[in-house]
């Protein structure tokens, strides 16, 4: 059931709301690094 809600919660012993601040900081990195590559060009 939460394998399939969440493929990846099987390999993490990380607890939701800390799976959430990893996903939140994967998507913050991202977008940090596409607003630097937009203002170094």
Do not use: H
Not at 12 to 37: C, D, G, H, T, Y
């Amino acid at each position: 059931m939460s394998k399939r809600r969440k493929p990846y919660s099987f390999s993490s012993p990380l607890p939701p709301n800390q799976e959430r601040r990893k996903e939140f900081w994967l998507w913050f990195s991202f977008i940090a690094v596409r607003n630097i590559e937009a203002i170094s060009y």
